[in-house]
């Protein structure tokens, strides 16, 4: 006969929440703040970020003007993707958007033969792809409320 431990009693907090919804909330929130907090840093200086990008892809075939551009969107597209990741607003279509500047970096960085940053880029590549891959916990964010929302519509006043 099994006994009930303290961990097996549902708390009011987490009443309906599964572990699987809980485990894809925190690493979706922290995956989405460390993306959103890239982006705003980089937005306060955004031509100083393109001058240090240029600067590192000077001996790449990677033309100047082609990584200026992309180095001046980065922080504007890292702080939308982070702010929809971090809300779980638009999820699917945010961590594919974040998985695919991902791979856009993955290549850059491999031009430079930044094996190092590589592995780490790496890591953000597997996160993004695990979140995607698991969309179905997400079960603790704006998505979840929205399709809840539209399958139980309010009732009509008066």
């Not at 099994?2 to 809980?22: Q, W, Y």
């Not at 980089?42 to 590192?56: C, E, K, S, W, Y």
């Not at 940053?117 to 603790?140: E, K, P, R």
């Amino acid at each position: 006969m099994r006994t009930s431990s303290p961990s097996d009693v549902p708390s009011l907090f987490f009443r309906g929440i599964t572990h699987e919804m809980a485990g894809y909330f925190l690493l979706r929130l922290a995956l989405g703040l460390n993306i959103l907090v890239h982006g705003l840093v980089r937005i306060g200086n955004p031509t100083a970020f393109a001058d240090t990008l240029v600067q590192l892809f000077a001996n790449t075939w990677l033309p100047s003007p082609l990584v200026r551009l992309f180095a001046l969107l980065l922080p504007f597209i890292e702080t939308l993707l982070g702010a929809l990741i971090t809300l779980g607003l638009l999820t699917r279509t945010a961590l594919f958007a974040g998985g695919l500047v991902m791979v856009s970096l993955i290549f850059g960085t491999a031009l430079r033969s930044d094996w190092e940053t590589l592995g780490l880029q790496m890591i953000y590549a597997t996160l993004y792809s695990l979140l995607l891959a698991t969309a179905s916990f997400n079960g603790l964010s704006l998505d979840a409320w929205r399709l809840k929302a539209r399958s139980h519509p309010a009732p009509a006043p008066g």
